[in-house]
């Protein structure tokens, strides 16, 4: 396997798999030991990068290779609406609007919305008939909800209060960038 090596002269004490461009992922870890794994690699991969396209979208392929998510990826907050940001994953829709789908709701309700069964969810918005269960992980900047993370899978019931914590902490750090 060939490391690549980003060029971050000015991060002398970072060890090799944090400035890697290589994810370290050790197989068949729980969800929650995984997130744990994968938070100060994303830190890494994103510190000192100012511009917020690059972060997001790094941030998605993580998740997504860390975790083989269905779909995984950003809404922005541009005035009155969601629009779709870097993801990973099939085509979706381009934009939400405040209150609609589990995106918006999420938004409108400043917290993060676990949803077991999409269909059982009233006003999903299905980007695919594939998606069967969503977790939607609000960004806050000075306590305002600036971003939405969607997190989608083909399989009911499939994340829990770990894929929350983990995607929450996650979340934190993405605050940054905007
Ligand atoms: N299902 C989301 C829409 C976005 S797609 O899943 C990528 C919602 O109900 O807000």
């Given at each position: 396997?060939?490391?690549?090596?980003?060029?971050?002269?000015?991060?002398?004490?970072?060890?090799?798999?944090?400035?890697?461009?290589?994810?370290?992922?050790?197989?068949?870890?729980?969800?929650?030991?995984?997130?744990?794994?994968?938070?100060?690699?994303?830190?890494?991969?994103?510190?000192?990068?100012?511009?917020?396209?690059?972060?997001?979208?790094?941030?998605?392929?993580?998740?997504?290779?860390?975790?083989?998510?269905?779909?995984?990826?950003?809404?922005?907050?541009?005035?009155?609406?969601?629009?779709?940001?870097?993801?990973?994953?099939?085509?979706?829709?381009?934009?939400?609007?405040?209150?609609?789908?589990?995106?918006?709701?999420?938004?409108?309700?400043?917290?993060?919305?676990?949803?077991?069964?999409?269909?059982?969810?009233?006003?999903?918005?299905?980007?695919?008939?594939?998606?069967?269960?969503?977790?939607?992980?609000?960004?806050?900047?000075?306590?305002?909800?600036?971003?939405?993370?969607?997190?989608?899978?083909d399989?009911?019931?499939?994340?829990?209060?770990d894929?929350?914590?983990?995607?929450?902490?996650l979340?934190?750090?993405?605050?940054?960038?905007?």
């Amino acid at each position: 396997m060939r490391l690549l090596r980003c060029a971050r002269n000015d991060l002398p004490e970072l060890t090799i798999n944090t400035v890697s461009e290589t994810l370290i992922l050790t197989p068949n870890l729980p969800r929650a030991a995984r997130y744990a794994e994968l938070h100060p690699q994303v830190a890494a991969l994103t510190a000192g990068e100012p511009d917020q396209t690059a972060n997001l979208a790094n941030t998605v392929a993580a998740l997504r290779e860390a975790f083989g998510f269905f779909w995984v990826g950003f809404y922005v907050v541009k005035g009155d609406e969601l629009v779709l940001g870097p993801f990973q994953g099939p085509v979706a829709c381009t934009r939400i609007r405040r209150g609609r789908g589990v995106c918006g709701t999420a938004w409108a309700e400043a917290r993060t919305a676990l949803v077991p069964d999409v269909e059982a969810f009233p006003g999903h918005i299905a980007c695919s008939a594939a998606s069967k269960s969503e977790i939607v992980v609000p960004v806050f900047k000075a306590g305002q909800v600036v971003a939405v993370l969607d997190v989608d899978s083909d399989a009911l019931n499939d994340f829990d209060a770990d894929d929350a914590a983990g995607l929450e902490e996650l979340m934190r750090l993405a605050a940054a960038w905007f």
